[in-house]
């Protein structure tokens, strides 16, 4: 392996910790404690350990943490109550619905229905356009977390040729934006995209979000290019356990890339350290306090 390792656990520890700091002097300074509402509709097994992990870490910033629990069966009429509490709720500075919801929800509507200026995961379609736009908004959690790994390897990026592989609107699409405003020169490529490979291959820094295990072999990859791999999947194993791979073939890659992200232990801490991130950064705004 020659390409060096972003380290996001570690990377993701440090933002951790500087959250619980600005947690503390909000405390100290202004008796602030900011708030995140979780909310869980069914029992989805991977959403159910996502929910758990988040409250545990905003606990752990010293923040207030309310978990909200609907069963699979809850009306959309429910799920929208219950969101228009916790919008006027003062002690709730982020909220949060956790995706996906079973089928006879319409996400959209939820989604639209959460305060913009408590929407942490910055799914709002307003959030959404002032991202687009160049205003200050609160930006999704995971191309966010990407970009602070991105800058912990490369500071300087206008003038790179980015390539984002993936065009949803929770990954892809704020990615190119947020490259985009870094002055990089941006491709976004998906699943209608002609030779990839070729594409993916102009790439300075390559940013994989397809979920495709091991999508992105060595040829993908320009000498020294920085790869940011969003991806999760769980593969077979033997024991039947399965394991998580990212959409890039870790082992060949490294052996091209300047600098590469792990799977786990890369983007995936980077989502939840943003997203406490996000929750003080919602407290300070609907407040009208400066940003540190
Ligand atoms: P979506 O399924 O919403 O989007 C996938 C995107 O990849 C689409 O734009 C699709 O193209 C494109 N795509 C799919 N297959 C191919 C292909 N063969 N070639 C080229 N493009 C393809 O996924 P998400 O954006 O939500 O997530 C992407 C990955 O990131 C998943 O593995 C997910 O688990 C992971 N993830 C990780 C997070 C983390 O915290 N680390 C957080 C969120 C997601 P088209 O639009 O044409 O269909």
Same mark, same amino acid.
């Given at each position: 392996m020659s390409a060096r390792l972003i380290d996001g656990k570690k990377i @993701?520890?440090?933002?951790? &910790?500087? =959250? &619980? %700091?600005?947690v503390d002097e909000l405390a100290e300074t202004r008796?602030?404690?900011?708030?995140?509402a979780v909310v869980l509709v069914g029992e989805d097994p991977a959403s159910q350990v996502y929910v758990r992990s988040k409250g545990k870490a905003t606990l752990e910033a010293g923040m207030k943490s309310f978990e909200h629990r609907l069963p699979a069966g809850a009306t959309q009429a429910e799920l929208l109550d219950l969101v228009q509490r916790m919008n006027a709720d003062d002690a709730v500075d982020g909220i949060l619905v956790q995706l996906p919801l079973p089928a006879h929800i319409d996400a959209n509507a939820v989604l639209d229905a959460i305060r913009p200026d408590k929407d942490v995961d910055g799914f709002h379609?307003?959030? #959404?356009?002032? %991202? &687009? =736009?160049?205003? /200050?908004?609160?930006?999704?959690?995971t191309p966010w977390g990407s970009m602070r790994l991105i800058r912990a390897v490369e500071p300087k990026l206008a003038g790179k040729r980015a390539?984002?592989?993936?065009?949803?609107?929770?990954?892809?699409?704020? +990615?190119?934006?947020?490259?985009? @405003? &870094?002055?990089?020169?941006?491709? =976004? #490529?998906?699943?209608?995209?002609?030779?990839? #490979?070729?594409v993916a291959r102009e790439a300075d820094i390559l940013v994989a979000?397809?979920?495709? /295990? #091991? +999508?992105?072999?060595?040829d993908w990859i320009k000498p020294g290019a920085i790869v940011i791999d969003v991806g999760i999947n769980r593969v077979p194993t033997p024991d039947g356990k399965g394991r998580l791979v990212g959409d890039v073939d870790f082992a060949a890659a490294s052996d091209v890339a300047g600098a590469i992200t792990p799977v786990p232990g890369g983007v995936g801490? +980077?989502?939840?350290?943003?997203? %406490?991130?996000?929750? =003080?950064?919602?407290?300070?705004?609907?407040?009208?306090? @400066?940003l540190t």
């Open positions: @993701a520890a440090d933002l951790r &910790a500087a =959250v &619980a %700091l600005d008796k602030i404690t900011p708030g995140l379609p307003i959030n #959404a356009g002032k %991202l &687009a =736009v160049g205003r /200050p908004a609160l930006v999704p959690c390539v984002v592989l993936g065009r949803s609107n929770i990954v892809g699409k704020p +990615m190119a934006q947020l490259l985009l @405003a &870094a002055d990089c020169t941006v491709t =976004v #490529a998906h699943s209608k995209t002609n030779d990839l #490979a070729a979000a397809v979920g495709r /295990p #091991a +999508m992105v072999g060595r801490p +980077m989502t939840i350290a943003c997203l %406490l991130e996000n929750t =003080v950064r919602a407290a300070k705004l609907r407040r009208g306090l @400066a």
